[in-house]
């Protein structure tokens, strides 16, 4: 039995699943939220941080946890500046942006957080 909602409205996979209030597509990694009455939601955010605060081009962040960078480390806390949020995410990760001292990279939305 198939539920409406777990069709991925970017690409039709049967496959999308629930995580807290968003749906997930494992197929094209495209979130959505189905209100009630089972249509998409229109006011949504698409790119929200780890506390759910919606994230727009140009927002800056800072990072809630250590992450691995090449050789290097990006601390928690590090700020980030005028970010520029993907249309289509490039291996998960949906916000391009530039780190003092590591340079250009991609972060995930769920690893920031807006200032």
Not at 14 to 25: A, E, F, R, T, V
Not at 51 to 60: A, M, P, Q, R, T
Not at 91 to 105: L, P, R, T
């Amino acid at each position: 039995m198939t539920d409406e909602s777990q069709t991925c409205p970017k690409c039709n996979s049967p496959y999308g699943y629930q995580d807290q209030h968003l749906w997930i597509c494992p197929e094209c990694a495209h979130e959505w939220s189905v209100s009630a009455s089972g249509e998409e939601t229109q006011n949504t955010p698409q790119f929200v941080d780890s506390v759910g605060n919606e994230l727009k081009d140009g927002d800056s962040v800072t990072v809630i946890k250590d992450l691995k960078a090449g050789k290097g480390t990006i601390k928690s806390g590090t700020k980030v500046k005028n970010i520029r949020l993907l249309d289509e995410p490039v291996n998960g990760h949906d916000i391009a942006c530039k780190v003092d001292g590591h340079g250009s990279m991609y972060l995930k939305c769920s690893v920031v957080k807006k200032n």
